[in-house]
């Protein structure tokens, strides 16, 4: 890709070539790099066998600073006894975290405060899907932990005696005549169970703390989408009263309004940046730095133009030049420090921070480990917020952790697909794919439904770049806790000319148990028909016998998933 450059007033610049910032990184995880930790552990008693098959692991959600919107889940398996336990990394002094066990309309939930050291929460196996607060806290924050599932417990009363008051009163506070006015309504909505719960017992600081912290960056994150949609500007009084931190504590909330706030200015940079000239002493920087095979007669060149700032006409085409020999590298660097420069005069330090994490963490999912490896160690030390810092680390290196996972795959996978014909094999433990480059469609999924012939196959076709098809393709990896790998496969298609290593990398790295082919869009359109793809549903159900089932397959959610095992073992009688 060659740069443009062009020339503006009396100093040289060098304009912006992309403005899209996802060109910046073409984002998930596991290693850490905190010491603190804490130790959740417990009992279901009485643990009944519906429930252990329903739900063998107790799930610990928790949420990285700069993740927002994105979980990460620790199983605990559940023992014979009904005991579990896990240890979850901390950064934060104090952290929401979400127990969950069951599933759909039998699935319990509740929140907890974690801190270092050893937390437990313990249910009666009975009451657990009737008492109105099921869990027993002990350990770190126990009583807090147990007033605040009070609270919640109070909050899910409220909201089935008045069904829809809620909803109602979010959708007026949102035709607010200002943004600053839909704010403070919307806190005070989310607050309304609060006065009456507090009226009649006397509530822990730390409780209050929490329960206010969710409020604001709740009708934060609202209102900062309403910006999103509608374009507005986000004016400095209301970004103060909305982002500024009041307290130690991470709750998702917290961390989704800076997602939030980074989806907000990415929007607003992107707008920005494509009419803001590069800086030829950032430019000649960066290519000193980081460009290939530079003479000592290019350095002296590039120093030059560092100390003074300028370059002549000339100068700016010979920059050009050195550009094209690592066009990606360069650009995506050009692309940060453009858009934290577009930034600065925005926000505050905090926010500036964050959006330095933001703009490679939001990307991972999308970028190869290599590219991963390289902006994180160039955007790392930029982070001056000890906590964010961390966090950042943190993705980073789960990303990375996968990478010697990564390298053998791919090696496995060069293996396979040199063969000719259609072939098939693993590439790591439990990942198996099927390579026919210049083979159809039909043939490709033909082959591996002959292949699987006497189980049922859940077939999940999705996308490794886009975040709802990589939530699918996970959700659907607890069908393989639940049924023996005899009696069903999980078969992912994975669809529209993708990225081989974006493909490869991604699978590995989610650890997507299962066979797996990637199909080019003529391959995929050679499947309409079999798999009827004008139907939106991205799951199919193929029988033991080969045929696609026909009643509509059924999604891994939260909400489906106990009916998606009974529509299997339906399948498998």
């Known amino acids: 890709m060659t740069l443009v450059c062009n020339l503006v007033g009396l100093t040289p610049t060098l304009p912006f070539m992309r403005r899209l910032l996802y060109l910046l990184f073409l984002l998930p995880l596991t290693g850490f790099a905190q010491t603190d930790s804490v130790i959740v552990s417990g009992q279901i008693k009485h643990l009944s066998a519906r429930l252990y098959r329903q739900s063998p692991n107790v799930v610990i959600a928790r949420t990285n ?100 008051e809620r909803d109602r009163a979010i959708r007026r506070a949102q035709n607010a005549t200002s943004l600053a006015q839909t704010y403070q309504q919307l806190v005070a909505i989310f607050l309304t169970p609060y006065e009456p719960f507090a009226g009649g017992r006397e509530v822990f600081p730390l409780v209050r703390d929490w329960v206010r912290t969710n409020a604001q960056y709740d009708a934060a994150a609202f209102v900062l989408d309403q910006l999103i949609n509608s374009g507005q500007t986000l004016s400095t009084d209301l970004y103060k009263t909305m982002m500024t931190p009041s307290n130690a504590i991470l709750t998702p909330a917290r961390a989704n309004a800076y997602s939030r706030l980074g989806a907000y200015a990415v929007a607003r940079m992107s707008q920005e940046t494509g009419n803001r000239a590069v800086r030829i002493q950032l430019l000649a920087s960066l290519l000193s730095k980081y460009g290939r095979n530079l003479t000592a007669d290019d350095q002296e060149r590039l120093a030059a133009m560092r100390e003074t700032g300028a370059a002549k006409t000339a100068e700016v085409r010979y920059l050009s030049r050195l550009m094209e020999r690592n066009p990606d590298t360069l650009n995506r660097l050009l692309v940060f420090e453009q858009s934290i420069q577009s930034a600065r005069p925005k926000f505050d330090s905090t926010t500036i921070d964050y959006l330095k ?77 099927t390579t026919g480059t210049f083979r159809g469609g039909d043939e490709l999924f033909k082959n591996a439904v002959d292949r699987n012939r006497g189980k049922a196959i859940y077939v999940v076709m999705w996308s490794p770049t886009q975040e709802n098809g990589r939530l699918l393709a996970r959700d659907a990896q607890r069908l393989l806790d639940v049924f023996d790998s005899r009696d069903v496969t999980l078969l992912y298609l994975a669809m529209g000319d993708i990225d081989e290593d974006i493909w490869l990398e991604s699978i590995v790295r989610n650890r997507l148990r299962g066979d797996h082919l990637r199909l080019s869009d003529a391959q995929s359109n050679a499947l309409v028909g079999t798999l009827t793809l004008y139907d939106q549903n991205p799951v199919r159900l193929v029988t033991p016998q080969g045929k696609v089932y026909k009643r509509a397959a059924l999604l891994p959610t939260p909400d489906d998933f106990p009916k998606l095992i009974d529509q299997i073992n339906d399948v498998l009688k």
Request: no cysteine; net charge positive; proline share 5%.
């Open 357 to 433: 994490a933001y703009l490679l963490t939001s990307a991972i999912p999308q970028a190869t480990l290599q590219l991963v490896h390289f902006l994180g160690d160039y955007i790392r030390p930029q982070i001056g917020s000890p906590l964010l810092r961390q966090s950042f680390t943190e993705v980073v290196n789960q990303a990375l952790a996968d990478t010697a996972r990564v390298r053998q795959a791919r090696t496995q996978y060069r293996v396979i697909e040199k063969r000719t014909g259609v072939n098939y094999g693993p590439i790591t433990d439990g990942i198996y794919v």
């Open 65 to 164: 600073a700069v993740r927002g919107g994105s979980e990460q889940a620790f199983l605990a398996p559940l023992q014979p006894d009904g005991r579990f336990r896990v240890a979850i990394p901390i950064i934060y002094p104090l952290e929401e975290m979400t127990l969950q066990l069951g599933g759909g309309d039998r699935s319990a939930t509740v929140a907890f405060l974690a801190a270092a050291g050893s937390l437990t929460v313990e249910a009666e196996n009975d009451s657990l899907f009737v008492a109105t607060v099921p869990f027993r806290f002990g350990g770190v924050n126990a009583q807090v932990n147990q007033q605040h599932a009070q609270y919640e417990a109070a909050v899910t009363a409220r909201q089935k005696a008045n069904k829809g």
